[in-house]
């Protein structure tokens, strides 16, 4: 992407040119900017010795600008100041109360009157969102600007015009990712939008707008199997505004009015179309469906019902128990699909594990469709839980992830597919990979968990069952039985090898290498001395009571 610095005396040039200095009029300064654009649009890095001359073409150029100049002209001006508005050095003129307005104005954000109605104006609008979207993620200053100019609020007026309007996807792109921007920068901006300008509703219009929602009842869209992906432009629009509602959702898991239920509802519908939706490319499908996953993880779970609605009759839905799983089943393939990539697991992997997780834990079809293909009843136990290749093994294999985020998320996944039953959990993954969970919890005495769930029991294979008595607890596998290397040997011996380890471990221990642990009766782990001593105390309180 990045080219080396514009040569000095092209710029020196262009800058005669935009201060007048080069007679010619706006046809000598679009023709110089239109080359300068030209030359730089891959420029990401400026040289600078020219960091002066670059700020003084910033003011020639607002100075145009602010002067009802031509059309043409003022593309080519707005198109040089974005390029130049990736350089945060060269901000400072440009970030003034003055200069703002200015591009506010270009873009149809001063006046809540005037229509989107002449399309030659639609480049400028677009160019001029484009260098407010840079100035804005470069400049603090600019950031606090637009709180003053009460720049959300124009921005979701405009995003109002561009309702049902044509040619201007482009318009709306923009203005989405500038409110995402700003969202993201400013957390004044991001209250404002969810208490005073109705943001999430604007938003999750433009949303549904994007994605060409079409209702057959409430929170159920029409589900059209021979529709065509989304053109690269909706798919755009889409994940601006998936991306902006998530930064105005955030906290959003109590939900305290019927009307905000219904808010979120509505939007979890709008996703769940979102996901059974395609993108002009396999990589902007992903990137549309994990953004939506991302939102997904804001609503609060109770609302997460409409992601299953009750099947058609239609032989190619994913069904279980009458309900239409599809949108679960995309979830659980993007989950698969990034834990095969193998990298980036807390950005990548983590939000959707949650979501999993938050769905199993409240919905109980969801859970138990999702038990059936993640943990199936287990035949074979030949292998230990990590190795191999189902989804078991996968997620096995990451509760003993170096990050801790990843390897605790995937060790609850499981544990709330299992019903938070220890039991259950260690026939799947066995005691060494569930340790970590189990020791967090303070279940490694065994038990459940503190949520309650449906009293249905699991049923046992019977190749489970006859294998059961020499599966290896520990590595969750069966084990040949191996011969006891102390059957040989004679009492002197057994005590001798004993007496050894245990002054080994005293050795270690008074190095400070290792330090012995215990189970205290709550479960949780502590020194041995303390463990030890609560479990006596905790004994003789149950003796006295008896």
Not at 407 to 420: P, S
Request: include cysteine; aromatic fraction near 6%; charge should be negative.
């Amino acid at each position: 992407m990045e080219r080396g610095a514009e040569p000095g005396p092209e710029l020196g040039a262009v800058l005669e040119a935009v201060e007048g200095r080069g007679g010619g009029g706006a046809e000598a300064v679009e023709r110089v900017l239109a080359w300068y654009s030209e030359e730089n649009r891959a420029t990401f890095r400026f040289d600078p010795a020219d960091e002066d001359k670059r700020k003084k073409l910033c003011e020639g150029i607002l100075n145009i600008l602010e002067k009802d100049t031509k059309t043409s002209c003022q593309v080519a001006c707005l198109e040089a100041l974005r390029i130049l508005s990736r350089d945060k050095k060269v901000l400072v003129p440009v970030t003034t109360k003055r200069n703002m307005q200015i591009l506010m104005k270009l873009a149809k954000l001063d006046t809540v009157e005037d229509p989107l109605e002449r399309v030659s104006e639609f480049p400028v609008i677009v160019e001029a969102l484009k260098c407010l979207c840079n100035i804005i993620f470069n400049s603090s200053v600019a950031q606090k600007l637009s709180l003053e100019l009460n720049l959300a609020a124009m921005l979701c007026n405009l995003l109002q015009k561009c309702k049902d309007r044509q040619l201007v996807d482009d318009i709306k792109c923009f203005d989405l990712r500038l409110l995402f921007l700003l969202s993201l920068l400013h957390t004044d901006i991001r209250a404002q939008l969810r208490q005073e300008l109705q943001g999430v509703q604007v938003l999750t219009q433009a949303l549904e707008s994007s994605l060409s929602v079409r209702w057959t009842e409430e929170y159920k869209a029409a589900e059209d199997r021979d529709r065509l992906p989304l053109s690269l432009q909706e798919t755009d629009c889409a994940i601006e505004a998936l991306k902006a509602l998530f930064n105005v959702t955030l906290d959003s898991w109590n939900v305290h009015s019927k009307n905000e239920s219904h808010q979120f509802r509505y939007m979890a519908a709008i996703l769940r179309h979102c996901l059974l939706t395609t993108g002009p490319t396999e990589e902007k499908t992903e990137e549309l469906h994990s953004n939506a996953i991302n939102l997904l993880s804001n609503v609060p779970v109770s609302c997460l019902d409409v992601l299953i609605n009750p099947s058609s009759q239609e032989e190619t839905d994913i069904k279980y128990n009458g309900m239409n799983m599809g949108a679960i089943q995309i979830l659980l393939d993007f989950m698969e699909k990034r834990i095969d990539k193998g990298s980036s697991y807390r950005e990548g992997l983590t939000p959707v594990l949650s979501l999993l997780t938050e769905c199993c834990r409240t919905h109980r079809n969801i859970r138990k469709f999702i038990k059936a293909q993640v943990l199936p009843p287990l035949r074979d136990v030949s292998n230990r839980p990590e190795v191999g290749t189902t989804v078991r093994n996968k997620l096995v294999r990451l509760m003993t992830h170096v990050d801790l985020g990843v390897k605790q998320i995937a060790a609850e996944f499981l544990f709330v597919l299992c019903k938070e039953r220890v039991d259950s959990l260690l026939k799947y993954t066995g005691y060494g990979n569930a340790a970590g969970l189990l020791a967090a919890r303070g279940l490694l005495a065994g038990g459940r968990g503190d949520h309650w769930y449906s009293d249905d029991e699991d049923t046992d294979t019977e190749e489970y069952k006859s294998a059961k008595p020499n599966i290896n607890l520990i590595t969750g596998h069966l084990e040949e039985p191996m011969p006891n290397p102390m059957d040989e040997m004679t009492e002197e011996q057994k005590e001798y090898e004993a007496m050894k380890l245990v002054n080994m471990f005293d050795k270690l221990s008074r190095d400070e290498l290792i330090k012995p642990m215990g189970v205290r009766p709550d479960g949780t782990m502590a020194p041995l001395e303390e463990a030890v001593s609560q479990y006596h105390t905790s004994k003789q309180e149950s003796s006295d009571s008896d």
